[in-house]
């Protein structure tokens, strides 16, 4: 009757997902086991209920942690010296948690023999005498220092990128669901290569870091510099009240001059990165689509335009053939002559489009690669991959440039800033997060969404970014404080692709509800501009249009240069 019922909603699930196929094949298969396993109910029932209750007792069972540290312990160990004093690290940050959740759960005897047990590996520790004063589960309630010891998490810092990898290859091979869920819950890794690999009594290495709250308003103190960059390198022009004057201004129509005002005033930063050089025909073509850009009308595109799919259409493309698993992201240079490619096989590649040739295969995350973007000018590219991290790569080389590690599960998707000097990403943790290109490190993070995040998207002018998640919700965030500026509420399943207008006037969705909708996003924020003085939280951006396809959920989404808004999607079946 349980398995009946998580079928049920696995169904229902999959088709407020937009899954349809996947819910056909779930029904095909449940009609064809459920005819097979009829005459065998009798006898099965007996051993599934065995199943279920050593199930129960092991969820249950406190010898779970002391396993799972003590097998990750003589793991650690045992590796080479190289590696072994940053594997090393885990063991405090684990220690200290397994005995904390021993406490939550009541088993207070084995607490203190696990404690007595392991102590002698962190004698180090000042927070050890703490720990020994925690005695019960009412003490974690009645406690200060206990509660806020049970909310901290901890940072720790890795010179060996591959100490990394190895802890995540570890912990998937051994399915060790206990250590796992303590490190993705409590554990904050930095990974920072080209430091001195020999320190092993480093104090900071493995730090205190106190509760994620705190965490994310001491990230998100750090400057910002959010504006477009500046080839004079570094003027701010205009003064603080000059700023806060057209701090809401649109950019379309009469309000156009006030748009290039604002762009002037942003703080100006260098381009860190090395930038290649645009030829002069495609400067050349790049303006002449400025010149003559697509009028969308007062409420943006009117209609979607299906693109035909018959065997005519097919004869004129061109198949790239190299992945070995299912290919997940494809994107191409801005100038349109190479295309990049991520898949299940854990790698990138790179194709030349004029050649219709592979030039290089990048191999470098572990686990399946969900994202691939190229820099706005091209040569750099981001990655986003189930082994919890994003990558920079450069096209000449064949290792990353740097590993954006910290966040706690999936990284989704990955979005660079105009200026190229961030990324952003964002993961199925709930959070997103901006990243610093040139050291890798976190300068901002964005809390606010309730399922994983699916899309971000960039606005022109380099001051907001919007982002989609699992449930359909849709939020804008302002760069420079870290803060949601409003919530975007119409979807009611995945928001598949979020982008722009060339201009930053409207922002396009595409969701799994097979719709695409335009959102105002020039007039409305000087509706927010007006709420904000008068101290008003429940903004809203005004939805211009819902534009629905016959069958076909909407997964990506792209502005040309002339502002003509194309959507794909598969088609459903029977559509």
């Excluded at 650690?76 to 063991?91: P, T, V």
């Excluded at 990974?191 to 705190?214: E, H, N, R």
């Excluded at 990955?414 to 890798?440: E, M, P």
Aim: hydrophobic content about 35%.
């Amino acid at each position: 009757m349980e398995d009946e019922e998580m079928e049920k909603k696995v169904h229902q699930y999959l088709q407020r997902k937009g899954f349809r196929v996947a819910g056909l094949a779930l029904l095909e298969d449940r009609t064809r086991l459920s005819a097979a396993t009829t005459t065998t109910t009798t006898a099965s029932s007996s051993s599934h209920s065995l199943s279920d209750a050593a199930l129960s007792r092991s969820e249950n069972d406190p010898a779970r942690y002391y396993d799972g540290y003590s097998k990750l312990r003589t793991w650690a160990y045992s590796y080479l010296d190289h590696y072994k004093h940053e594997l090393l690290r885990i063991l405090y940050p684990l220690f200290f948690h397994c005995f904390m959740d021993l406490v939550a759960e009541g088993h207070t005897q084995e607490a203190c023999s696990f404690f007595h047990t392991f102590r002698e590996d962190h004698e180090h520790s000042r927070d050890l005498k703490k720990l020994e004063s925690i005695l019960s589960p009412l003490h974690l309630e009645q406690m200060e220092v206990a509660r806020s010891l049970r909310q901290n998490k901890f940072r720790i810092k890795l010179c060996e990128v591959y100490s990394y990898e190895l802890l995540l290859q570890y912990l998937h091979k051994t399915q060790a669901l206990v250590v796992l869920g303590i490190i993705n819950e409590r554990i904050d890794f930095q990974v920072s290569p080209g430091q001195s690999p020999l320190i092993i009594d480093d104090s900071d290495a493995v730090v205190l870091i106190g509760t994620s709250k705190d965490l994310t308003k001491q990230i998100n103190q750090k400057e910002v510099h959010w504006g477009q960059r500046s080839s004079e390198g570094g003027k701010q022009g205009g003064s603080h009240k000059k700023i806060k004057k057209d701090k809401f201004v649109g950019t379309t129509g009469k309000n156009m001059k006030s748009e290039t005002s604002m762009v002037s005033i942003a703080p100006r930063v260098k381009p860190e990165l090395t930038l290649p050089m645009t030829s002069v025909e495609v400067e050349q073509s790049i303006l002449e689509d400025l010149r003559n850009p697509c009028s969308q009308g007062e409420n943006g595109p009117s209609q979607i335009e299906r693109v035909s799919t018959s065997d005519e259409a097919r004869k004129s493309c061109t198949l790239f053939q190299g992945h070995s698993g299912p290919v997940y992201s494809a994107m191409f240079s801005p100038i349109g002559d190479f295309l990049l490619s991520s898949s299940a096989d854990s790698t990138i590649r790179l194709w030349n489009t004029k050649l219709n040739a592979n030039l290089v295969c990048y191999k470098g995350h572990n686990y399946p690669v969900w994202d691939v973007q190229f820099s706005p000018v091209g040569h750099y590219f981001a990655s986003a991959s189930h082994d919890r991290t994003a990558r920079i790569w450069s096209m000449d080389k064949i290792q990353p440039l740097r590993i954006m590690a910290g966040h706690l599960s999936d990284v989704d998707c990955v979005q660079w800033h105009v200026n190229c000097n961030y990324i952003a990403t964002g993961s199925s943790d709930k959070t997103v997060r901006l990243w610093d290109v040139q050291t890798g490190e976190c300068i901002r993070m964005f809390i606010g969404h309730r399922s994983m995040v699916l899309s971000l998207a960039m606005s022109p002018d380099g001051r907001y970014m919007a982002s989609g998640d699992e449930d359909g919700t849709i939020m804008m965030w302002d760069i420079s404080s870290g803060r949601c500026v409003s919530p975007l509420v119409g979807h009611n399943s995945c928001v598949w692709s979020l982008a722009y207008s060339c201009e930053g006037a409207l922002l396009a969705s595409g969701s799994a509800d097979c719709t695409v909708k335009l959102w105002d996003v020039a007039s409305s924020s000087k509706t927010l501009k007006m709420d904000d003085t008068k101290g008003g939280s429940a903004n809203r951006l005004r939805m211009l249009k819902a534009l629905p396809t016959k069958s076909t959920p909407v997964y990506t989404l792209q502005f040309s240069r002339r502002n003509l808004l194309f959507a794909a999607g598969a088609p459903s079946l029977g559509s």
